[in-house]
């Protein structure tokens, strides 16, 4: 399985970036597939998930509100709209799946390359 991120930048505090993430070569299934961030001297943390053919999405508190994650049917694609961006969200993105059901704790199985996302203050 591979994942493609893409989507990252540089923005202002205040602005917004879309995140997507093309999931390819899984064998038919369940599949879900989310969101990391690390930033710089940090732990990798959570940031969003969602499963590729139905079930809810999940989200960390420090994004609730103000991130949106979806999915394209079709494509195998998740996006992850990032809105009122501030500068502390500044960190690289890392698109993950796992086959089944996404809940919160859920060991990734699979990982792609990470996005950089800068705010600027």
């Known amino acids: 399985v591979q994942l493609q991120a893409s989507g990252g930048g540089l923005v202002q505090a205040g602005g917004s970036l879309r995140l997507s993430c093309v999931v390819s070569g899984r064998t038919p299934g369940m599949y879900a597939a989310g969101w990391f961030r690390q930033a710089p001297g940090l732990e990798r943390e959570f940031v969003a998930a969602?499963?590729?053919?139905?079930?809810?999405?999940f989200y960390a508190d420090p994004v609730k509100g103000r991130f949106t994650i979806s999915r394209e049917y079709g494509k195998s694609t998740v996006y992850l709209l990032m809105n009122s961006l501030k500068p502390e969200d500044t960190a690289v993105y890392y698109c993950?799946?796992?086959?089944?059901?996404?809940?919160?704790?859920?060991?990734?199985?699979?990982w792609g390359k990470g996005t950089q996302v800068t705010v600027s203050s």
């Open positions: 993950a799946g796992k086959y089944g059901y996404y809940y919160l704790g859920n060991t990734m199985e699979h």
């Open positions: 969602i499963g590729l053919n139905g079930g809810q999405a």
